[in-house]
């Protein structure tokens, strides 16, 4: 068997233009475009990639890009006094705290600050909460982007058994309990599990989101399952920095029904979801029934 590869970047542009076609829906409605803040604090430069790209396809889809960059030294009442001026301005429908933030910073308490309804990152506690009692909210972005990508590939997930390996707040936690919402029989794998291979080995899906390259062997992989693979590692290779995901991916090729790539697997519908959580903040901030996107 050779699996299908599971297109990240087409899966990504055709939510893009469903976007793009809700933001402009959304502004005829409204009379302004959907507002995302994303803030940087410091000058780490995968950061500042990260923010510019952020706001270049807010703009690319017909929304308002606010970006604020503070300086590495920021005083913690100084973010935090930020992130009310956002929660208070009527234009914007999401924040974005870049993240990490610097060591003396409390992320939390910032995460904490911003209000609930422009939580386009879905790291509030509110949010997860909201996620675990099936109420609406707004879902962490990379979790979300991997259920699209499974239901897309597969339609209804309902009854199939999944396992997620690796249960961060980001990204582990969240994919468990979409998978859940999705009725699926969910095992959750983390660094005291054991023996992963024989609980690999019994998963129609594999999300995998561990952060060390190919932990996942293709010999475990059910033949016939489908496989997400989050991870992304910076590994060197004759010479050559390549990045790799969780799972052999040659491997697991050869027994999966459907693989992600890495990159171009969840990566690209990661920022995609972003823009997503905006524009559905925005129509439900101005209590406008939200596009099916
Ligand atoms: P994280 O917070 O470091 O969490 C890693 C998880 O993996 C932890 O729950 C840990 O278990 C578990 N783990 C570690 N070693 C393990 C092992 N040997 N067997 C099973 N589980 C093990 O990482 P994260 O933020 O969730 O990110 C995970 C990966 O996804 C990283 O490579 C990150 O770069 C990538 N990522 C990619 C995107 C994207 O858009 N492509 C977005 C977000 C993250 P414990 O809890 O027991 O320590």
Known sequence: MTA?????????????????????????QTGRKPGLAVVLVGTDPASEIYVRSKGRMARKLGMESFEHVLPEDTAQEDLLDLVDRLNADGTVDGILVQLPLPGHLDSLAVIEAIDPAKDVDGLHPASAG??????????????????????????????????????????????AQLLLGESCTVTMAHSRTRDLAEKVGRADIVV???????????EWIKPGATVIDVGT???????????????????????????????GGVGPMTIMTLMHNTALAAFRRAGLPAPEL
């Open 130 to 175: 909201a996620l675990v009692s099936g109420l609406p909210g707004l879902v962490s972005c990379t979790p979300l982007g991997c259920l699209m990508l499974l239901k897309e590939t597969l339609g209804n997930l309902s009854g199939l058994d999944a396992i997620v390996i690796g249960r961060s707040i980001l990204v582990g936690k969240p994919m």
């Open 208 to 218: 995998a989101a561990v952060g060390q390259a190919e932990m996942v062997k293709g």
């Open 4 to 28: 299908q590869i599971i297109d990240g970047k087409a899966h990504a542009a055709g939510l893009g233009t469903r976007i793009a076609a809700a933001a402009e829906t959304f502004g005829t």
């Open 233 to 263: 590692s910076r590994v060197m290779r004759d010479g050559q920095t390549l990045l790799k995901g969780d799972v052999d991916f040659e491997g697991a090729s050869t027994r999966a029904r459907a693989i992600t790539p890495v990159p």
